[in-house]
């Protein structure tokens, strides 16, 4: 069964040091999300691609966070620099909602 | 402002009941409906998809309906076990198969052996 890809799986940074996750969506499907999830909440809507465009970063933290999907493939979400408040669990999601197991980042 | 709320935030519940898990949603003019497992640490997996024109979908054990009009969702599982203990988070697609979907907080649910 076709999976979405996402590491590492654990990542803990020291703050103000960057920190970078990886997904690969699903082969073919065009749309992916990153979502993040602090803990007891749900997830919620970083940024949404189409193929290689953006479609939605409203709720981006662009002063700190970036993300690229240069060839409309795989994508990669940055955080330079991290912040505390900034642990939580970060999902990449491919067409139809199919979930990646997630990168959860702690930062100390 | 669109919005999904889950009640119970936690429920406890003895091995081998029933029980349901309540979602409500702000917007009637919704496009479909999931329902989510999380274990803890772990990412989303997918347990019933309802789109608007449906009124419920079973899986197994489990049945989710949906109720635009009251905008309201239910999912129950029947004869629960202590491996369906996990979160169950209710996601709601508000314009299209590929709009963002708007997570409740979820349900944290114990099934006491």
């Known amino acids: 069964e076709a999976e979405v890809a996402q590491s590492p799986r654990y990542k803990i940074t020291e703050k103000s040091q960057a920190v970078a996750f990886w997904c690969d969506p699903i082969?073919?499907?065009?749309?992916l999300y990153w979502y993040r999830q602090i803990l007891g909440q749900g997830p919620e809507l970083l940024v949404q691609f189409q193929d290689e465009s953006v479609v939605d970063d409203s709720q981006l933290p662009k002063d700190r966070f970036s993300a690229e999907r240069l060839k409309g493939v795989d994508s990669t979400l940055k955080i330079q620099p991290a912040e505390l408040g900034d642990s939580a669990m970060y999902l990449c999601?491919?067409?139809?909602?199919?979930f990646g197991s997630g990168t959860r980042l702690t930062v100390v | 402002k669109q919005e999904v709320t889950q009640i119970p935030a936690a429920l406890s519940v003895p091995e081998g009941e029933n029980l349901v898990l309540n979602c409500s949603f702000t917007?009637?003019?919704?496009?479909?409906l999931q329902w989510f497992r999380q274990d803890p640490g772990k990412g989303l997996t997918s347990l019933l998809l309802?789109?608007?024109?449906?009124r419920e979908q079973t899986s197994g054990r489990l049945n989710a309906s949906l109720d635009k009009s009251s905008g309201r969702s239910t999912l129950y599982i029947a004869a629960s076990q202590p491996g369906d203990s996990a979160t169950y988070l209710c996601a709601v697609s508000f314009r299209n198969r590929d709009d963002k979907i708007i997570f409740g907080k979820g349900t944290r649910l114990h099934i006491l052996p």
């Open positions: 917007d009637s003019a919704i496009y479909n």
């Open positions: 309802i789109q608007s024109s449906q």
């Open positions: 082969s073919g499907h065009a749309t």
């Open positions: 999601a491919s067409s139809g909602y199919t």
